[in-house]
């Protein structure tokens, strides 16, 4: 069948793109997909995009520093609760744990991770297969837990500064929730709208929120240097309450898991490398430039924060009573707070309250974007969710209800939610903790290994002692990771009919055997043939096979005597893999022209293969199959996992599919 033959105003023409239907819906639904039809097949989402403007390190910083830096809103406040009089102890493990382990971790992360993925894209690389697509998912499970918290504990935080104002109306008592929910709401406009400008909003944000802190400490400093009566007090009653000195140290490692709120922003920060500016001689394969700007970033962010956290804690501690700490103190939450009204005045305080609302209000915003960042470099790619799951708008919409439903879970309350938020935290420090000890293996570094090793066994130990003290956290994440399974086997299953190559490129030889069969016989007829044959198996029996399929296709399926054929043989590659990208090699073997493709989906990277030739050629090809042998139900199980099974139906399925016109579809004939 040629393009003259397939009906007026309906032919296909060689090298052109068949065209697809345009997109129908209402307005609402077209506002919703808007993108869809150029992004499906693809790495969609804002992530995935090129950034049209890359900027300096120092200003990319601000940008996962409104999450990381904006926790010195509640982190004091949260390590005192946690630790009493021992929080200034704590916190020095906490920083040593930062600059020792979680920073070395993540700046070899940033090495080979370079394009944003962080390290579930390592470990999905080390853990082929289906079993590194299941890590994914889970630690996805965990990752959204902690976006997810940063969104609603962020929130509820400001609220917090918010109410506690001594000019605050009176009528905005008791309204932690709504405040909270106006927030998050604000907050999906916001994505609704176009989030632009992020980094200068973000800029100014750190410069402002940092230079206040850095005042309120230093005042707090000078009261301590001034009344230094406070050291002894807190000296003795921390030898009162637990004598020995080891016995402190010891005490602060237990609590120190509870401290796992001020690890954040690690994974965020090699999330946002590609916004970094590299060097004019970085090559995509090789960001040098990137990478030590990156490493930068971390550095500077670690350093900067440790030094935040460790004079906070001890001012917070020495100058603020532990009873007001407590639920329904005034120092809960925002003991940062409390000391810049105390010392500070009415006025400089509310400037504080003022700062702390918008960056941990804008804390929820670098949490949304780090989820739209992830979600659609995973799901969409995997078959585990529907393509609209690499659009903004809807994704947005479906973070918001999740946050509305978590806020009113948690009523809106800080303390409630440090839990869950640590150990999504936790979670991902470790596995990528893990995985720079793997890469390290792999790459035979001895010593490195080992050091990441340790780091990896400390990490272990947080998570799973911050799991059993606060258990919220596991519970969320089991039911994020629920969720992302269910969807993902039902989407899986939804989308098994599709195309899934994002592209298919014939190599010289291929194209030569397709051109030449479609502008001398106007046909191309292609023999679908499994290469099964065992090892050791010799020319003279290979050709022989390939004899004897021709001649059952030609006396079974009725292909003309004198017209040639071509072989098409799919050579199995990881089966749990949805797109790809495919190359047909051509080569003439033992007399035959045969066509390969590596791919772990055979029928539909056949479709796929089929319609590119009509494409090229506009000629509509024939395929021949011979019957699968077994039960349908199991080949249909093992299409689904293995991406083999019911070759013949399933392609003919994706076909129709996939082109609705029937004489614009490659025929499957089945003998």
Excluded at 63 to 79: E, M, R
Excluded at 302 to 317: E, N, P, Q, R, V
Excluded at 408 to 426: I, K, S, W
Excluded at 531 to 536: I, L, M, T, Y
Aim: hydrophobic letters at 50%.
């Amino acid at each position: 069948m040629s393009s003259s033959s397939v009906g007026a105003g309906s032919s296909i023409t060689p090298g052109e793109p068949h065209a697809a239907p345009a997109p129908q819906g209402s307005r609402l639904r077209r506002w919703l997909t808007d993108g869809l039809a150029e992004r499906a097949g693809r790495h969609p989402g804002p992530g995935a995009v090129k950034p049209e403007k890359t900027r300096s390190w120092w200003r990319v910083m601000c940008l996962t520093g409104v999450d990381y830096f904006s926790t010195l809103g509640y982190q004091p406040a949260i390590a005192a609760l946690a630790a009493g009089l021992l929080s200034p102890i704590a916190t020095v493990v906490l920083v040593l744990v930062t600059l020792f382990g979680a920073l070395p971790v993540y700046r070899r992360v940033a090495r080979e991770s370079h394009r944003g993925e962080g390290s579930i894209a390592m470990l999905e690389r080390l853990l082929p297969w289906w079993g590194g697509k299941l890590v994914v998912l889970v630690l996805l499970g965990f990752a959204a837990t902690d976006f997810m918290i940063t969104i609603t504990l962020s929130a509820a935080d400001a609220s917090a500064h918010a109410i506690e104002n001594p000019f605050a109306p009176d009528w905005l008592q008791g309204q932690n929730i709504a405040i909270t929910l106006v927030l998050i709401l604000a907050l999906a406009v916001v994505f609704l709208r176009g989030f632009k400008e992020a980094i200068n909003i973000a800029v100014m944000l750190v410069a402002v929120f940092l230079l206040l802190n850095a005042v309120v400490i230093a005042v707090a400093i000078g009261h301590v240097v001034e009344n230094a009566v406070v050291i002894d007090d807190w000296w003795k009653a921390l030898t009162t309450q637990h004598g020995d000195p080891l016995m402190m140290i010891a005490i602060a490692l237990i609590a120190f898991p509870k401290l796992a709120l001020g690890l954040s922003g690690f994974e965020t920060g090699v999330a946002v490398m590609p916004q970094i500016k590299g060097d004019k001689g970085d090559t995509p394969a090789n960001p040098v430039g990137r990478i030590r700007g990156a490493k930068r970033l971390l550095t500077t962010a670690a350093i900067i924060m440790s030094t935040f956290l460790i004079t906070s804690s001890i001012t917070t501690t020495l100058l603020i009573p532990q009873k007001a700490f407590e639920a329904g103190g005034p120092a809960n939450g925002r003991a940062l707070a409390y000391l810049a009204h105390e010392y500070l005045g009415e006025g400089f305080g509310t400037a504080y309250d003022v700062a702390t609302i918008a960056i941990l209000w804008f804390a929820g915003a670098s949490a949304m974007a780090g989820l739209l960042n992830l979600v659609p470099r995973y799901l969409p790619r995997y078959g585990m969710a529907p393509q609209w799951a690499g659009l903004v708008r809807p994704l947005v919409l479906v973070f918001t209800a999740i946050a509305v439903i978590i806020t009113l879970v948690f009523r809106a309350n800080v303390d409630a939610q440090a839990g869950a938020y640590a150990t999504g935290v936790l979670v991902l420090i470790t596995s990528a903790s893990l995985a720079v000890t793997l890469s390290a293996k792999r790459k035979k570094q001895r010593k490195a290994m080992v050091a990441f090793g340790i780091v990896t066994v400390v990490f272990v130990y947080t998570t799973i002692a911050n799991i059993i003290e606060r258990p919220d956290g596991v519970r969320i994440a089991g039911l994020f990771i629920l969720g992302i399974v269910v969807v993902s086997v039902v989407s899986r299953v939804q989308r098994s009919f599709q195309l899934r190559a994002t592209s298919v490129t014939f190599d010289p030889e291929a194209l030569d055997y397709v051109l030449s069969d479609a502008d001398e016989y106007d046909s191309l007829r292609i023999i679908a043939h499994e290469p099964d044959a065992p090892a050791g198996t010799s020319d003279a029996e290979l050709a022989a096979e390939y004899r004897q399929k021709i001649e059952e296709e030609r006396r079974d399926a009725g292909i003309p005597r004198g017209t040639p054929v071509i072989f098409l043989e799919i050579i199995p590659s990881d089966s749990s893999d949805f797109e790809e990208d495919l190359v047909v090699h051509g080569e003439a073997r033992l007399g035959y022209r045969v066509l390969t493709v590596r791919s772990g989906n055979t029928p539909n990277t056949i479709a796929s293969v089929l319609l590119e030739m009509r494409e090229l050629t506009g000629v509509v090809p024939d395929i021949y199959f011979g019957w699968t042998e077994g039960s349908p139900i199991s080949n249909m199980f093992r299409y689904l996992v293995t991406g083999t099974g019911e070759v013949a139906p399933v392609t003919r399925e994706v076909l129709r599919r996939a082109e609705p016109d029937p004489r614009h579809r490659p025929e499957v004939h089945v003998s």
